[in-house]
């Protein structure tokens, strides 16, 4: 009896961990410049390529970027590596509408979804608030290299931030 109720507590947590969300926040690489809507820069692209091998074994289904080039472009790589489409979620009523909207479309998909988002230094700590990371910190200008992992299950909410591509410095 004991080993039919030990074999039956490891097989509910595994089907329990396996139907965890896994959503990949982080914020675009590098701007070429300080224009409303540029492109990468040389160390934008090196990063967006770092984000693509660190994702590497983690098969991303999902991607949802802002509308601008910046997001899109960081998340290319993974997407093409992946065969990935990306889905640009727009600015309908501000910041806020954003955010709302990317932690609406996160919790609509399947349970064992893996998906990456690519935002800004004031959306991406937002999201990871509305997806249940409350402690989530919030992300200086100068920051590029913060990937925010979290693991969504029911009600619950499981987070690691972890560093990739050429660390940055901020003064």
């Not at 802002?66 to 997407?79: F, I, K, N």
């Not at 409350?134 to 693991?151: F, K, N, Q, S, V």
């Amino acid at each position: 009896m004991k080993r039919l109720l030990l074999a039956a507590a490891v097989s509910l947590l595994t089907a329990t961990s396996a139907m965890a969300q896994t959503v990949y926040l982080v914020r675009h690489a590098e701007k070429a410049d300080a224009s409303a809507d540029p492109v990468l820069s040389e160390a934008g692209q090196a990063r967006a390529a770092a984000l693509s091998a660190a994702l590497a074994e983690a098969h991303p289904g999902y991607i949802f970027t802002s509308p601008l080039q910046r997001t899109r472009l960081t998340a290319e790589p993974t997407a093409t590596f992946h065969s990935a489409a990306i889905e640009p979620v727009g600015f309908d009523g501000g910041s806020a509408g954003h955010v709302a909207a990317i932690a609406e479309r996160v919790r609509a998909l399947p349970d064992d979804a893996v998906v990456l988002v690519v935002g800004h230094s004031n959306t991406i700590p937002l999201i990871a608030r509305a997806l249940g990371f409350a402690e989530a910190a919030d992300m200086p200008e100068c920051e590029y290299d913060r990937m925010t992992m979290l693991h969504l299950a029911g009600d619950e909410t499981h987070s690691q931030v972890t560093r990739y591509g050429a660390p940055t410095t901020c003064p």
